[in-house]
């Protein structure tokens, strides 16, 4: 499948002309490093990203525009691959990776991860190359009222190397998989790792089951990030408190259009805007990370509420903590 997606990329770029200019720009973006409380991230100056971090995803903007993830509403050009019956497997023709995917559900539902967490493991299993994610309708998502997912170079983000080192401590065990948190806040991170799909999908049902959903909302708040390697599924789970930070909106000096979503959480901050590439500091993502994630009085009340094994009908956990 990999060399398939591989074969995919080559055509479209030879094929797709603004897919072509635009992975083409990637020579030339510029990425700047940055140390947030000792924890490395990266900022990439991509003016394409433009589309997806200025995204209007108020219901009235969704309402008015065309769905495009949906097949009918494709450009002819743009071709895919099936994946499991209900998936299409597609290059994204604005990328942030040298090889970047959009896998978007045939049919036109709403962005949800509940029912589809087996379905990302699944992808992260079959594309090992990549490194798979989920935004939540409400943290980074250009189209809340299309479910897909999105899949990028595995290792491209700084925490899928980096996670070991942040660990502060077991939450719990279920099976043969456990559930950790990590030392990096001002981001809140939760990591599974497991060797069998049954028990990985247990620990994401009790994160998902521990977390709020606010009003209005039907799901949780989250990012996720998926990928497979030494015969094991690494899980990364951001939960979130807010969708854009005030320097989004914010007029004049203070304004920063800085949308995260999961590669922001993961590590690589994305500025499609070059003045902001230029100003942003270490600072500045921190107060857009402590805006936007948990506050660690909240984080803690999570994990111990996962540690307490919340229970609903459709899941009764055996949960252990140390």
Known sequence: MNQTINNLLTSQLDTWEMA????????????????????????????????????????????????????????????????????????????????????????????????????????AHTLKDYTIFYNGPKCGASAPDHAHFQAGNKGFMPIEKDWRAQVAGKVIDYGEATLRWLNDAPRTTLVIESPRMKDATALFDAIYHSLEIKPGDDEPMMNVLAWYEDGKWIVCVFPRDKHRPACYTAE???????????????????????????????????????????????????????????????????????
């Open 252 to 322: 004049g000096d203070a304004n920063l259009l800085s949308s995260p979503a999961s590669v922001d959480l993961g590590g690589v901050f994305i500025t499609p805007v070059e003045k902001d590439f230029l100003k942003i500091t270490a600072t500045d993502v921190a107060r857009i990370l402590s805006e936007v994630c948990l506050s660690a009085e909240e984080f803690r009340k999570v994990r111990e509420r996962i540690r307490g094994g919340r229970k609903d009908s459709e899941n009764d956990l055996d949960l252990k903590s140390n």
């Open 20 to 123: 072509h200019d635009n992975y083409a720009a990637l020579s030339q973006v510029q990425i700047k490093e940055l140390d947030v409380n000792g924890i490395p991230y990266k900022v990439q100056f991509n003016p394409a990203r433009i589309v997806s971090s200025g995204a209007k995803v108020d219901t009235q903007s969704i309402k008015r525009r065309k769905c495009f993830l949906c097949p009918a509403n494709l450009p002819p050009i743009q071709k895919g691959i099936p994946f499991e019956g209900h998936y299409n497997i597609l290059v994204n023709p604005f990328p942030i990776f040298p090889r970047h995917l959009t896998i978007p559900e045939v049919a036109h539902v709403d962005q949800r991860i509940a029912c589809r967490f087996k379905d990302m493991l699944a992808l």
